[in-house]
C-alpha cells in the first residue's frame, strides 16, 4: 500500500561496500517496477526498472533483483559512493492503467567516508 | 528533451490564505500529470493525477484542488491553506507507453505559518 505518515529506515554503510536496499510490495497483479533516488531537497529520479517477466537487471553499478513469489524487490549498488547517499523509493505499477505508481516508505542510505 | 517546471521554489503562506503552484511540462504531448506532497522525513503522498485536459482524479480528500488548463500544465490550489498543508509539492509526468516511469520536477517548498 501507499507509504503515508512512515518514517524512513535507514540503511548505513561503508563507502565501496555493496548496499542492497529491500523493498516488498503490494499487489500481485503489478507488472512494472521502478526504483527512484531522491537527493536532499530535489525531487526523486529514476534509476532503473524492471518488468514482471523477469527476475533481475543490471544497469551501471545498479541490480534490481525482482522475486515475485514473496513480492519483493532489492536494489543492490556496488562500491557504494558519498555522492549515492540519498533516500530510495521502489515504485509498482498496479497494472490498471498505467497512470497511478504506488510508492514504496523509502529508505535513506548514509555512505560512510 | 524533455524539462519539467515547478514554481515557486520555496513559499511562505499564513494560515487561511490562497495557494496557486504550477508545474509545466515541455517536450512531450499529452503527458499524465501528477501532484504528490512530501512530509519531512517521510514518503511520497499522491494527491492528484491527470490524464487529459481538464482530467483530474483525486486520491485525497482535503482542501486542495488541482487543475489542468493546458496540455503541459497542472495547477494545485488552496482556497484557504492550513498549517497541515506545510511540505514539500512535487509535480511529475510519465508517457502512456510500454514504460511509466515518472520524470519529477525540482519540487516547491511550502510552510504554512
Known amino acids: 500500500g501507499e507509504s503515508v505518515g512512515l518514517h524512513l529506515p535507514t540503511l548505513s554503510v561503508q563507502e565501496g561496500d555493496n548496499s542492497i536496499i529491500n523493498c516488498a510490495y503490494s499487489n500481485s497483479a503489478s507488472d512494472y517496477f521502478i526504483w527512484y533516488k531522491q537527493e536532499s531537497g530535489k525531487g526523486p529520479q529514476f534509476i532503473i526498472d524492471?518488468?514482471?517477466?523477469?527476475d533481475k537487471r543490471q544497469g551501471q553499478r545498479v541490480t534490481v533483483l525482482l522475486n515475485k513469489t514473496v513480492k519483493h524487490l532489492s536494489l543492490q549498488i556496488a562500491a557504494t559512493q558519498p555522492g549515492d547517499s540519498a533516500v530510495y523509493f521502489c515504485a509498482e505499477n498496479p497494472n490498471t492503467g498505467g497512470f497511478k505508481t504506488i510508492f514504496g516508505a523509502g529508505t535513506r542510505l548514509f555512505v560512510k567516508a | 528533451s524533455q524539462t519539467i517546471h515547478q514554481w515557486p521554489a520555496t513559499l511562505v503562506q499564513p494560515v487561511g490564505s490562497p495557494l496557486s503552484l504550477e508545474c509545466t511540462v515541455e517536450?512531450?504531448?499529452?503527458?499524465?500529470l501528477y501532484w504528490y506532497r512530501q512530509a519531512a522525513g517521510r514518503g511520497l503522498q499522491l494527491l492528484f493525477y491527470?490524464?487529459?485536459?481538464?482530467?483530474i482524479s483525486s486520491e485525497v480528500p482535503q482542501n486542495l484542488s488541482a487543475s489542468r488548463p493546458q496540455d503541459r500544465q497542472f495547477i494545485l490550489s488552496s482556497k484557504k491553506l492550513l498549517l497541515s498543508d506545510s511540505g514539500f509539492y512535487l509535480c511529475a509526468w510519465s508517457g502512456g507507453g510500454p514504460g511509466y516511469e515518472q520524470y519529477f520536477g525540482p519540487g516547491t517548498r511550502l510552510t504554512v505559518t
Open positions: 517536450g512531450t504531448s499529452n503527458p499524465n
Open positions: 524492471i518488468r514482471s517477466n523477469m
Open positions: 491527470s490524464v487529459g485536459i481538464g482530467q
